[in-house]
């Protein structure tokens, strides 16, 4: 069985940080492209970040590029976001996510269907 469980959020004021984690099993992780998407109250779903199989293709938003970084550590079957200088509109859930194909090129702006439960990330003062 695929279990995507992410961990990591919580509150955090205007500029400040957080790393999320995705603890990946029941799947060869290291064979799928894997992604970062949002959403925040009262709006959809929203593409973040993606990354290569072996993590040295990433892909950003417009909107977290220069902020956030995505990483990967296949010996460990985990997926990372590192969220730097945050903003009040970073607030979401934040959901890991696995590519669809096996062996398929990471790509942007895609939102598979295969999420985590999810990781809340406020940002406030």
């Known amino acids: 069985v695929v279990q995507l469980v992410e961990s990591g959020g919580g509150l955090v004021q205007p500029g400040g940080s957080l790393r999320l984690s995705c603890a990946a099993s029941?799947?060869?992780?290291?064979?799928?492209?894997m992604y970062w998407v949002r959403q925040a109250p009262g709006k959809e779903l929203e593409w973040v970040s993606s990354i290569s199989r072996t993590g040295g293709i990433s892909y950003y938003a417009d909107s977290v590029k220069g902020r956030f970084t995505i990483s990967r550590d296949n010996t460990r079957n985990t997926l990372y976001l590192q969220l730097n200088s945050l903003k009040t509109e970073d607030t979401a859930m934040y959901y890991c996510a696995k590519d669809p194909v096996q062996w398929a090129s990471a790509t942007s702006d895609k939102i598979p269907s295969v999420r985590g439960q999810g990781t809340q990330v406020t940002v406030s003062s």
């Open positions: 029941g799947f060869t992780f290291s064979a799928y492209a």
